[in-house]
């Protein structure tokens, strides 16, 4: 088994198409995970000039403990620039949430970032 099937395993199912795992922390009593967001173009904006313009600020969501310590996502949200209009642009979860099959719990987890 690779690194990305195990890492597939532990987090919300689905989470690994939007997101890649940048860093892993072990701490005494608790687990950290963070996530940044792919840069793959959202696909309602896929026919725009976009150029990525980094993150919104980290958000930070407690999820399942990992055997017996806390588990803690550290997410960071993506933003692109607009090159035609000077709009800022990012994915909305929503339109993920409504338009792709995915479990519950992932559902979940898009709609806890989604307030941020």
Not at 33 to 42: E, G, Q
Not at 57 to 68: A, H, L, N, S, Y
Request: net charge positive; aromatic share 12%.
């Amino acid at each position: 088994m690779d690194t990305q099937s195990l890492i597939e395993m532990i987090l919300p199912e689905g989470i690994t198409k939007y997101f890649e795992v940048t860093q892993i922390v072990k701490e005494a009593s608790s687990y950290r995970i963070y996530l940044s967001v792919k840069n793959t173009l959202p696909l309602e904006y896929s026919s725009g000039k976009l150029i990525s313009k980094g993150f919104f600020d980290e958000i930070t969501v407690q999820d399942f403990p990992i055997r017996g310590k806390a588990c803690y996502l550290h997410v960071r949200r993506r933003r692109w620039l607009n090159v035609t209009t000077g709009d800022s642009v990012f994915r909305d979860w929503d339109m993920v949430a409504n338009g792709t099959r995915m479990s519950q719990e992932f559902a979940s987890f898009l709609k806890g970032i989604a307030r941020y």
